[in-house]
């Protein structure tokens, strides 16, 4: 079955610096995504790759910067980490279009 | 993107069916429905998807209304396992978008012993 990797379960950071998740896929998928998960707003879509070193804006891209540089990892980059951006991180891929969507496990960020 | 409705949460009777509705009545001729659900702890998983068509996998089956204005995911026989966040999904292909899902805030189901 197809794996999605994060590099970290649990991160805790300090307001201003800055962060980085990974996120590696194992199965050749041309399209990952970075969601961020909080109560009672559900599951938000930050940014999208769909080819190596593009990469598109979601709903919610305000604070955070991407990274694609091969086809199998797909960075998230929080440039100044900030109290508001403590929240659940989920990464996915998929092979395109209408096909399944994979998820990581997950990396709850705590920014203090 | 068309948006779907699904009740906040719903309770079910271990080993007992459970219907659980979306409501997609924007929905276009080239959108897909797709279930996933995510389990506490952990990233959500695909259930289902379909187009038009009744489609069944042995996680579930998704019945689709013939005016495609709403969906139904059935679980056959619930168990204490199936307890989790159940998200409807609509999905168009759009160039260069790469499948993106945007989720909602899903229906929340429990299951009781």
């Known amino acids: 079955d197809v794996k999605v990797t994060q590099s970290s379960r649990y991160l805790v950071k300090r307001t201003g610096e800055k962060v980085f998740l990974e996120c590696v896929q194992d199965m050749d998928h041309e399209n990952m995504f970075w969601y961020r998960q909080d109560p009672g707003l559900g599951l938000r879509l930050i940014y999208f790759?769909?080819?190596?070193?593009?990469?598109e804006k979601g709903d919610i891209p305000e604070g955070y910067s991407v990274s694609r540089e091969k086809k199998e990892r797909f960075s998230l980059i929080l440039e100044s980490a900030s109290t508001n951006q403590t929240s659940m991180y989920l990464c996915a891929s998929t092979l395109g279009p209408f096909r399944k969507l994979f998820f990581g496990s997950g990396t709850q960020l705590s920014v203090l | 993107d068309a948006k779907t409705t699904q009740p906040n949460s719903m309770e079910s009777n271990e080993e007992e069916p459970v219907h659980l509705p979306c409501n997609h009545s924007t929905i276009s001729g080239t959108d897909y429905i797709h279930w996933y659900r995510q389990l506490p702890s952990q990233g959500p998983e695909y259930v289902i998807h379909g187009l038009t068509s009744n489609v069944n996998n042995r996680m579930a089956s998704l019945a689709i209304a013939e005016d495609r204005k709403s969906s139904t995911l059935i679980l056959h026989r619930a168990t204490l396992r199936d307890a989790a966040v159940y998200y409807c999904i609509l999905s168009t292909l759009i160039y260069n978008q790469g499948g993106k899902l945007i989720f909602g805030q899903g229906t929340e189901l429990s299951v009781k012993p």
């Open positions: 790759s769909y080819d190596v070193k593009m990469k």
